[in-house]
């Protein structure tokens, strides 16, 4: 599967951004998405889950209550809306696919390009 981001930008400290992700070459809703991030000089981490339905989400505690990830299987995209939004959010998020949700925040089998950012203070 092919997985396109975009939606990253500069943003002020409490701002929003949503991200969102195409995937195109195999059925949306054989995969769970998700969404990760790699800050400079640092490993890139976990950040959101969804299941094929969507009915399943989880996140990580830095990001709990103010990030929401979502998809639209008809539009065969996921989002992640990003609110109240800190300078340490700053990093390149990419979107991820795997075909098993309780794996695709370890160990994912398809990845985007990434989309930067950046939130000043």
């Known amino acids: 599967v092919q997985l396109q981001a975009s939606g990253g930008g500069l943003v002020q400290a409490g701002g929003s951004l949503r991200l969102s992700c195409a995937a195109s070459?195999?059925?949306?809703?054989?995969?769970?998405m998700g969404w990760f991030r790699q800050a400079s000089g640092k490993e890139r981490e976990f950040v959101a889950r969804?299941?094929?339905?969507?009915?399943?989400?989880h996140y990580a505690d830095s990001v709990k209550g103010r990030f929401t990830i979502s998809r639209d299987n008809a539009k065969n995209t996921v989002y992640l809306q990003m609110n109240s939004l800190k300078p340490e959010d700053t990093a390149v998020y990419y979107c991820?696919?795997?075909?098993?949700?309780?794996?695709?925040?370890?160990?994912?089998?398809?990845w985007g390009q990434g989309t930067q950012v950046t939130v000043s203070s």
């Open positions: 991820a696919a795997k075909d098993e949700f309780a794996a695709i925040a370890t160990r994912p089998d398809y």
């Open positions: 070459g195999r059925t949306f809703t054989d995969y769970a």
């Open positions: 969804i299941s094929r339905g969507g009915v399943y989400t």
